[in-house]
């Protein structure tokens, strides 16, 4: 499935569990003083306290590792899940980030 269709389950899926989900969420860059958006969105903010970055990929790369950690730290946000759906047990797709 496509990565879209994973984000608006697992959100789904959340809210459910009574969790708030925020769902593309906005990150700006803040340079001297000055808010500017480059465009950089978060795919899942769980709780104001979990970022959630959601992947299809055949393989996760060392870029998708850098995007989350990369939000991590414009955010100040503690803790990130790197999750790639395209594994065989999701168990072996999940990666767990702290700064």
């Known amino acids: 499935m496509l990565e879209s269709t994973y984000h608006a389950c697992l959100a789904h899926e959340l809210r459910q569990?009574?969790?708030e989900v925020e769902r593309e969420k906005e990150l700006p860059v803040v340079s001297k003083g000055v808010t500017l958006d480059c465009g950089?969105?978060?795919d899942l903010l769980v709780e104001h306290?979990?970022?959630v970055e959601l992947k299809a990929v055949q393989e996760l790369t060392a870029i998708h590792e850098a995007?989350?950690?990369?939000?991590?730290?414009?955010?100040g946000?503690?803790?990130g899940l790197l999750i790639n759906f395209h594994v065989r047990q999701l168990i072996e797709g999940i990666k767990r980030f702290r700064i």
Request: glycine share 4%; no cysteine; proline share 5%.
């Open 17 to 19: 569990q009574g969790l």
């Open 40 to 42: 950089y969105r978060i």
């Open 49 to 51: 306290t979990v970022i």
């Open 67 to 75: 995007q989350i950690l990369s939000y991590l730290k414009l955010s």
């Open 77 to 79: 946000y503690p803790v």
